[in-house]
């Protein structure tokens, strides 16, 4: 199994509708992460939580909420989705201690998400 | 602020050629830097790291030194091949309580 899990893979929604974008890892991290890729534009980050009782905006937050379930669940929604938030979205955890051989971001596969 | 700037592709190389794409940082203090390569369909994975001056991270025959004079941590691959065609990212990590800082990304395309 894959240390870090993006459900769905892919998705078509309309615009309006409410989606949720799911994320659960195995890593034991405390540390997740929301970015989102838009070609030319790299990695943008979304949300971010550092552990179960913190979260906090990223650059790119409005339009986006999220919800940490346990230390090993992210949740990224849209509430009323719209067209430009058609974009690659990936989650990812961290291990944030420099002598860790472990240390840095280990991402998920991501979720294609089309709004039409 | 923090932030990274990469030279911007596509690079487009023949299979055996030298490879660099550059990158150069702007943060305060003593951030950690990676490398990160997107294979086609997939996610993020981690390349390499340098978390302090001088060091030389390394891996699949990739390597980048941290240089702290110049801010840069230039990506090098002596001689490429056809399945390094991806796209690369340069990112740093400023401190302990902060978040990863990317650039927007090189692609590296190469032919046989």
């Known amino acids: 199994d894959a240390d870090v899990t993006q459900t769905p893979r892919n998705r078509i929604t309309k615009t309006g509708k409410r989606i949720m974008l799911e994320c659960s890892q195995t890593?034991?991290?405390?540390?997740m992460y929301w970015y989102r890729q838009d070609p030319g534009l790299g990695l943008r980050l979304i949300y971010y939580?550092?552990?179960?009782?913190?979260?906090n905006k990223g650059e790119i937050s409005d339009g986006y909420s999220v919800s940490r379930q346990a230390q090993a669940k992210f949740s990224l929604s849209l509430e009323s989705a719209i067209p430009n938030q058609t974009a690659l979205y990936f989650c990812?955890?961290?291990?944030?201690?420099?002598?860790?051989?472990?240390?840095?971001?280990?991402f998920g596969s991501g979720t294609r998400l089309t709004v039409v | 602020g923090n932030s990274v700037t990469q030279m911007e592709g596509p690079v487009t190389l023949s299979e055996e050629a030298f490879l660099t794409i550059n990158c150069t940082y702007t943060a305060t203090g003593y951030p950690s830097l990676f490398w990160y390569v997107q294979y086609p369909g997939e996610g993020l994975q981690l390349l390499l790291k340098?978390?302090?001056?001088?060091d030389k991270g390394s891996n699949k025959g990739f390597e980048a030194t941290y240089r702290k004079e110049t801010t840069s941590f230039h990506l090098e691959k002596g001689s490429v091949q056809v399945s390094d065609s991806a796209v690369y990212f340069c990112a740093l990590y400023p401190s302990g309580y902060s978040t990863l800082t990317f650039g927007k990304g090189t692609m590296l395309l190469v032919s046989p």
């Open positions: 340098a978390t302090k001056a001088d």
């Open positions: 890593k034991g991290h405390d540390r």
């Open positions: 990812a955890t961290s291990d944030s201690s420099p002598g860790s051989v472990n240390y840095g971001y280990t």
């Open positions: 939580s550092f552990d179960v009782k913190d979260i």
